[in-house]
């Protein structure tokens, strides 16, 4: 049998592909071929290894096996991932459904400590751009309210941090509940994949802010 540390899908674009695992909401990278992806999946490890300790949770995954293939787009090659995998449509028990929310709540609060003691002029990317430290967090929460629709949870836009601590209660709540795989609204995303998703995203603006501050 595979561990579950070592289970990984590869969402394939024309030009890039994710590297995702199937159990570890968040832990996602991005190469130009399945092997530089693979890389930087286990580069990477160490780092998710923080967000899954804050959760209260042992992280020692082996080498990645690849379990499916996805195919990407666009969104793929421009560094987000799109493809949901046959995998998500499997049932999500309690247990499992608790692990997640305790790793999305994890991924929330490293990167409101990184928000909170990083300069808000931060460093330019390799390319001379990136956002600075408020409008990188203002697009991260603006990224997840849309994010929320796909499961059912519908807010105003946040403009205040009572708006979206309450957003983000109504997140955990529903990614809590157990599943049967499919999404919980039609024309949504299934919960896995939803979670996945929201965690990837923190947790790769979390590591831009970090590199990027100093």
Known sequence: MLSPMTRVYLEIGPKRVFACSAEWPGWCRIGRSEEEALEALMTYAPRYRVVAERAGLTFEPGDPVVVERAEGGTTTDFGAIEAIPSLDAAPVDETEAGRTVALLGAAWELFGEATATSPEELRKGPRGGGRDRDKMAAHVVNAERAYARKIGVRHKP??????????????????????????????????????????WHVADHLWEMEDRRA
């Open 158 to 199: 946040i403009r205040e941090p009572s708006a979206l601590v309450a957003m983000r209660a109504d997140l955990a709540e529903v990614l809590s509940r157990p599943s049967d795989g499919g999404p919980p609204v039609p024309g949504g995303w299934p919960v896995r994949y939803a979670a996945r998703r929201i965690a």
